[in-house]
Structure formats: C-alpha cells, structure tokens
C-alpha cells in the first residue's frame, strides 16, 4: 500500500479519534489493510458502519469502531470517497510508471535493433539480422522477414516449424501488399498446420510494400502492446530495407556501367588511335560501337616492308566479344607469313575459345607491298570486301573459309591484286550494308557498291564520309543493331602526287 | 518465330524447322527443342531454315554449336535453304555452305546424312 494513502488514512483517524471513535479501519475482503490505533483496537471493537471505497475493483471497506454521534455515516461516506479518489489516483500513477518502464524497454530494444541493423548493407544479412532481432525481443516466436526487391528474386529470412519462409511469402505476401496493412490471424482462422498465430506487419517504401515482418506463434497471441511494439520495429527497419534495395539497385547498375565502360575501354584501346602512314595509299578507318559493345575491330600496321590491314566482327556482344577481340588481334598480325597462315594460325589458336563461348569471327587479312601494289589477302566469312578498280564496275570480293571458330581447320586460301592508281579496296562489317531503316528496308550490298563506284575519284576519307553519312541518313530514327566498321584504302592517282594520305 | 520437330523414316534423325526470325532475341526459345534432342541421344539432324525469314549472326552462332555438338558425337547437321535470299545471302558470304551439307529441301538435306 502507498504512502499517501497511509497519511491519509492517519489524518481521516485524527478527525474520527477527535470524535470518540475507537478505531478505523480500511478492509480488503477478510484482510486488514490499514488500521488505526491499531490491529487489536479493530478487532477488539464493534464495527458500527462500513462503506465501500469506490472506485476500484477489489471490495475495499472502510470501517469506524465505537460510539459515535449522528451524522457519522455521511461522514464516513465521504471519507470512503476520498480514499477512492486517492486510490483512483494511485493507481493511474501505476499505470503510466508500468507504461513508461515498457515504453523504456521498447525504446531500448529498438536502440539495440538500430545497432544491430545500422552495419548490414546487403538485403540479405539485413533481414537475417532483423529476424534474429525481433526474434530476441520477442522471446518464443518464430520470426520470418521476405523483402521483394523491384528487380530480382525475393529474399527471405528466418523460420518458422510450421511455415517455411517461402511458404509464408507464398502465402501472405501478395496479399499484404494488397491490403497495405497490418493482419492478425488467429488458430480459428485459415492457418497451415503448426502455426497457432500469425502477425503480418507491412514495411514500406515509397508507399508501396516492398517487405513484410511475419511473427508466428507467438505465446498468447498479439496483445496491442506487442502490435504496437513490432510496428516499431517494422518502421524503423523499412527505412534500413530501403537503403539496402537502394544500395542493391546502385551496385547493380554500377557493375553493369563498369563492365560496359571496361568492354568499351578494351575496345577502344585495341582500335589504333591513328593509322601509321602507308606509302602510295590512302587509308580511312572509323568504327562506330552500337549502343551495346560489340566485336568489330580493325588495323593496320607496319609489317616489315609491307602494310598489314586487318577488319573482323566476333559474333555477340558484350565483355566476351572484346575480350575475344583482343585475344584476335594479337594473333592476327602477320610478322612475315602470308594471310593464309595467318588465319590458319588464329584458328588454330582460338578455336577452342570460340568454341567455349559459342562464337565465331569473320576477318580479312591483308598485306600490301607499297613498291609493286602487290595486295594479298585471304579472308574467312567476311563480307563485305570490295575491289573497285578505278576503271570498271566495283565487285565483293567473296570468302572462301567459314569465319574463325567454325571448323578446327582454317580453309582461306590467299588471294591477290595489284592495286593500280586510283584503285580502291573497301572492307567494312556487316553492319553497314545491312543497316534498316525504320521501314524494314535494308541498305543493301549493292546500294554500297553503286555508291563506291560513283564517288570513286574523290579521296579515301571523301569515300569514307560519304558512306558513314549516307548509310546514317538511310537509317534515319530507328536505333543502329550493330558495330559499323569501315575502311578505305585507295592507291594515290600517279606516282608523281604520291605519299600518304 | 517458331521451332517444330519431326520424325523421320530413320529414328536417329530428326528435321528441325526453324520459321520467322532467327536471331539474339529468337535462340533461347529455339536453342531448348534442339538441346533436347542432344539429351535424347539424336545427333543427326536437318535443320530446316526454308521458313525462315531472317538470320543474324547470333543466329549462325547457334547453327555453329549446334554443328560442333553433333560432330563431337559422330553426328552431322544439314541444312535446307530459306526460301527468302535474304537469309541465305548472309550464309552464303560466310561462307557456312562449305560448312553445312545443304539441300533446297527436306529430303535434299536428308540425302546428306543418309548417304
């Protein structure tokens, strides 16, 4: 019993001693709370009038003891009263004290639930750390937590005997999503076998439902204290599950930039960053990377006393593709052999890489002898390749071998032609005659032609321009598929006007 | 787009016709009937390219692998020509018909495996 009903209680006797009482007391049931003088005067005396003490639930009486004057009762009545009032009083203290201790405790575990969480990053440690956590604060009930992340697969954590995790996000999951609120089921309700109760509590970010906390079993169901409490914790942790799906989604994005920047890096580094002067010939090389990184490469350089020209496309796109493009390039130069054992050598070499990755390369290799013009070249499923003599109609010059990586043998044989003054050679990936426009329609190899043949008598970077910007227009809105790779080699018109381009 | 196997007179091939486009958004639909004809142990057979409309590069790629695959395993693939030279031009300047055993048709294909 509490002090200030204690004085009371001895004040309310002073007045009652004053008027001859001989004893007050405060009854709960057969027991003896407070008395005045004494226990013994109580007992000793006969009660002359009891009242209730209102208004708390337990039977609280207040007895007076001894001859008194009229009156008395009324008198009583209001002493009862105030005594109830007092313990009315008490009482509500008492709750609010227990309210503040729990409010502590709760505060506390969410203090030692945001620690806990603050150093997971990756959604997966996060909910595993969520789960043993409230697990803990909970003491005795299973704990799930299943987050749905905008990309990719749920990912679940915890346990429970009667529901696995994917059987709870198979259960519940879409279905709080839906409702955006909290669900309590009890055994009465549609249950799986071995749980007693379940708490489903929402967690939100950017207003839709990305997770939800599942607590099963929990012994004596959901009291709102306990609800209270995990809606907490489940608003404090969908801040944490949204920084994890942030930091997931950031990281995803970051590896996809950095492996499209590096397959650029290598592809870029591996076309030469400008072309080696070639006595007598005029040389233009762009490339042009669709949007996606893909495999077309091209070369040229100093070879002994001839030029050595490349131009290939790995099939595919992506890291592979470069990857397998550098790997090309290095086995691709001639030092000293002709093209034939050239590509038979990079067959050789790469065939069994190519065939791991279930890819192939077109190439044409080719060297020229700037004293006699003297170019040969052999070429393995490459296309286009185009000799345009200055005078006469311009043809493609077609493979004779499958590209690299098809069969174990290389079957390109070497080819010649003298290249005479104003001559050209074009090759270019297939990515430029087979250009759509929006209409489905496509360049075309003979569109190619026409236009090299027309425009023969300009210069080879002329030629090039001209090609890049009139197969650009062609294709108009509609996004390029593929690398676009050209280049053009012309003999200079008359020794005299000679040097490089 | 589309992928239709048949059975032959011979029970260790089988005709495999492709139709509409065969290229990088196409395989993974038309890689699956074909790669569970290597598990059913049929490592000879035609693949039928007359409906098809379109081929890429990603496109000879599978006919690639699928190629190695059966000759790994004693096998062999031939082809039928697509009826638009479109798809055809693209194998022809790749040179995949010194690849392939081809044929205009079925049975022109079939004679490459059976003889």
Known sequence: ?501 | MGVDVHETEDPGIRVVALTGRVDAFTIPELRQPIEALFDAGIVRMVIDLSGVAFLDSAGMALLVKVLKLARAQDGDVALVWSQIEAANRVLKLTKFDRVFCTGDDVNAALACLTT
């Open chain 1, 1 to 501: 019993m509490i002090a200030t009903l204690r004085r009371e209680f001895r004040r309310l006797w002073s007045a009652w001693e004053a008027a001859q009482a001989v004893a007050l007391a405060l009854w709960q049931g057969d027991h003896l709370l407070l008395a005045q003088p004494d226990a013994a005067a109580v007992r000793q005396a006969q009660a002359v009038d009891c009242v209730a003490v209102a208004p708390l639930g337990e039977p609280l009486h207040l007895c007076v003891y001894g001859a008194l004057p009229a009156g008395a009762l009324a008198r009583l009545k209001a002493d009862a009263f105030l005594l109830g009032r007092l313990l009315h009083k008490e009482g509500e203290l008492d709750a609010m004290a227990t309210d503040f201790v729990a409010q502590q405790d709760q505060l506390l575990a969410l203090y030692k639930l945001a620690r806990a969480i603050r150093s997971q990053v990756d959604l997966p440690s996060l909910l595993q750390t969520l789960a043993d956590e409230v697990r803990g604060l909970l003491g005795g009930a299973d704990v799930i937590l299943m987050a749905r992340p905008p990309q990719g697969v749920p990912v679940l954590a915890g346990g429970s005997e009667g529901a696995t995790p994917q059987d709870a996000y198979d259960l519940w999951f879409d279905a709080i999503a839906l409702v955006n609120q909290r669900v309590k089921m009890e055994s009465s309700d549609d249950l799986p076998p071995g749980v007693e109760n379940v708490l489903l509590i929402p967690m939100r970010v950017d207003e839709a439902v990305t997770a939800v906390l599942a607590v099963l079993n929990h012994p004596g169901g959901f009291p709102m204290p306990t609800i209270k409490l995990l809606e907490a914790v489940a608003e404090q942790a969908a801040t944490h599950v949204e920084n994890a799906l942030r930091y997931e989604e950031k990281l995803r994005q970051t590896r996809l930039l950095a492996q499209m920047a590096l397959a650029r890096q290598v592809q870029a580094s591996l076309l030469p960053e400008r072309l080696p002067p070639v006595p007598g010939l005029e040389v233009w090389a762009a490339s042009i990377a669709a949007l996606e990184v893909g495999g077309d490469f091209y070369d040229l350089a100093a070879d002994g006393d001839l030029a050595a020209l490349s131009l290939g496309d790995v099939s595919g796109k992506g890291m592979s593709a470069a990857m397998l493009m550098a790997m090309a390039r290095v086995v691709l130069r001639p030092r000293g052999r002709t093209p034939r054992q050239v590509l038979a050598h990079a067959n050789e070499r790469l065939y069994d890489d190519l065939t791991r990755v279930g890819a192939f390369i077109t190439v044409i290799v080719a060297t020229y002898a700037p004293e006699s013009g003297l170019l040969t070249y052999a070429n393995a499923g490459h296309s286009p390749v185009i000799y345009c003599p200055a005078q006469g109609a311009a043809r493609i010059l077609e493979a004779d071998s499958p590209p690299l990586g098809v069969l174990p043998q290389s079957m390109a044989q070497d080819h010649s032609l003298t290249l005479q003054a104003g001559d050209l050679f074009v090759i270019a990936s297939d990515g430029l005659p087979e250009t759509f426009n929006a209409a489905g329609e496509m360049f075309g190899y003979d569109a190619m032609l026409a236009l090299i043949e027309a425009n023969r008598a300009r210069s080879a970077a002329q030629i090039g321009d001209l090609l890049e910007t009139t197969i650009s227009a062609f294709r108009g809105d509609s996004d390029p598929s593929d690398d676009r790779t050209l280049m053009v080699v012309r003999r200079v018109p008359g020794p005299d006007e000679g040097g490089a381009a």
